[in-house]
Structures are given as structure tokens and as C-alpha cells.
């Protein structure tokens, strides 16, 4: 692509940089420090056979393309391609596959990613094993002479259990298999699974990465150029591309990641801490109540807890007055979630047990406000008489 602008993303920087940097100095003709938004469906030909470098925007639009530059840049890597929602980028993923082909999901995963495939892409003849992908051995047994790919979320959601993605890795790269890692909860200021081996991330962008629940994106990144010529293929020929407005929303997003990631573990350990000694919660879920996987910078800001009594439970989440009662994570707001009836509903009621995915397991996805104001919050809504 004839392309006439510079970037702002450059190597070798801090991520917290990178990240603020995300879009400056893209548009060179200008100088305009934010992105322009170009709500443009199609370019003007300056002669037959002549182009400007964009043509129609599912091919390519500038204000989509400063995003996935930038995404490239903070994963370490070549090629983003920006979608529609994350669904829609696990979907470009999936499409990488044939008939016939088998994959291997880590069973604590987002149930969204097991409704596609039990769905939607069963009817087109690919299966899937899922498997505990903490398990090593576990993993490699579950590889057969038809397994094409590994896709896994470490921490995992929701019981936060931690994937070595370097030993993952490098068992599918001896089986010749691809491994996939949907790095939605860390995002890459606290972990970069491409730099330990992975052949492809997945996020949903809507979640930390635009981090205000104010749009849905989604992005695949790798560093591996035939996967990536693929993808470019299945990006503009299936079409579900992010819009240029959502792209700027989310280049915006990005410059504060650092900043909100950072006081949102503050206050996620706070609050973790805490909820472990109340007498209402029988156990929290937290990977920074317990010393952290190198593979990561930091434990994240989601946390899963589960309360002695059923009941209060399902009512918790009417006494709340600050922590929304809605679903999604990752944004400057605080919510809760009620996993088994929200996000992980779809999963068969056996595997909803076997992951302890039950009715007095709750999320919360811990945002920016004051730690105290939350605490008081949880405290409240834990005290409540019915
Ligand atoms: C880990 C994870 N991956 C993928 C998705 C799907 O993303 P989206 O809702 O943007 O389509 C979600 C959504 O909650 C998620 O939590």
C-alpha cells in the first residue's frame, strides 16, 4: 500500500509510552496530534490503475489502520487487524480452519468463544476438545493427527487459573499446531504472548483495551507473515472491520491504558484482600493473592469470589449502589457479574460444575473509582438482611 503517513509507535520505547503514543505523528499531512476520524466508505481514484493507498474502507481506512498500527506496536509484532467486537476477531480466527479440523479451547474460557463454536461453526464440520490447559499433559494428550490449534485465556475466565503460554507454546509448536492466546484480561501492558511463542492473540478491545464501556472492538495480531496474509484475506473479504469512529474511540482508549490498568490492580488487590477475611465469602479468586506467573507484569484487575450462602448471592447485586450489575469487564467503571446465569449460561450444566461455575460464584471486574467507596459498596450490599 502506497501509503503517505509516518507512525508515532516506535520501537524500543516503554509500553506505558507506546501506549500514549498510540496514533501521534500518524497523519504527517496534517500534523494533527489525534487521529482524524475518516468517516469515509470509499477514496476517490486519482487515475485509472492509480490509488491514494485506500480505495473502499473494508479494504483499508486510515483512522482503522493508525489503530492497528499501534496495536502492532504494542504487541511487539507486524500485523492487527481491527474488528467489529471480539467475537467477530475469534470468528476471523476460526476461519483460518478447515472441515474436518480439530481444535483444542482451554475449558475455563469466555463462554461466548464456546456458544461460536457449539453454535455456529459445528455446522461447518470443525471440533473441539476442551481441556484443562494448565495441564500440560492434559493438552498434549488431548492433540490429534487432525488438531490444528491451541486457544487459551490465561488467567482464565472466570476462575483465574494461569496457562504457562511458553510451555503451551512450545508443545504445539512439536506437534506443529498453532497456538492462540486471547490476552482480553491482561492486554499487552501486563503480557505479550507473542514474545512467548504464540502464533496468534486475540482480544476483545472492547474490555481493558477501549476501557470506558463505551464501544465493541475486537483485534487479532501475529507475527508470522503467511498467517497474516491469510488473515488480511479474511478480514476484507468477510468484512466485519471496525468503524473509524469506534477505531478512534479506541486509539483514545489506549493513550490511558497504563494509568487505569495500574489503579485498577491497586484497587482489585485491595479489594481482594479484604473479601478474602470477610465472613460472608468462603473464597476469592485473585492471581495476585498468590506470587505471579513471570509471564506476566502484573495480576490484572478481575477477580471471582464465591459466598457461603446461595441467596445472597442472587440478591448481592440489587444492594449494590456504585458497582454496576452488568456484563462486561475492563472498563474505568466497576461491575459485577453473575457468571452462571451471564456469561458462562450457555455452558452444559456438567461442565458449569465441574468448573465450579455455580450460583454463588460472582465476578467483578474492578475499575478506577476510590478503593474505600467500593469496599463500603461490597460491604453494604454483603450485609443486607432479606
Ligand atoms: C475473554 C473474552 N474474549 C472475547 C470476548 C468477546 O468479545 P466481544 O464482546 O467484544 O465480542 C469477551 C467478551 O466478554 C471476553 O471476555
Redesign the pocket.
Known sequence: MNRKFGSGAGRGRKIATKLVQSGVKFDTDTGAVSVPIYQSATFAHPAPGKSTGYDYARMGNPTRQALEEALAALDGCESAFAFS??????MAVMLLFETGDHLIFGED??G??YRLMDWVLSKFGLTVSYVDTTNLAAVASAVTPKTRAVLL?TPS?PNLKITDIAAVAALCRKKRILTVV?N??MTPYLQRPLSLGADLV??????YLGGHNDL???AVLTANPRLADELTVIQQASGPVLAPHDAWLLLRGLKTLAVRMDRQQENAQYLAEWLQKHRAVEYVLYPGLHELHPQADGPGAMLSFTLRDGELAKHLMSGLEIITFA???GGVESLITYPYLQ?HADLPEETKKRLGIHERLLRLSVGIEHCEDLQADLERALGQKR
Open positions: 467486537s471480539g467475537m467477530a476477531a475469534i474460557l469466555y461466548g468463544t485465556e475466565n486471547d482480553t484480561l486475540v482480544y476483545s478491545a472492547t474490555k465493541l472492538a475486537g456484563e462486561s469487564l456469561t
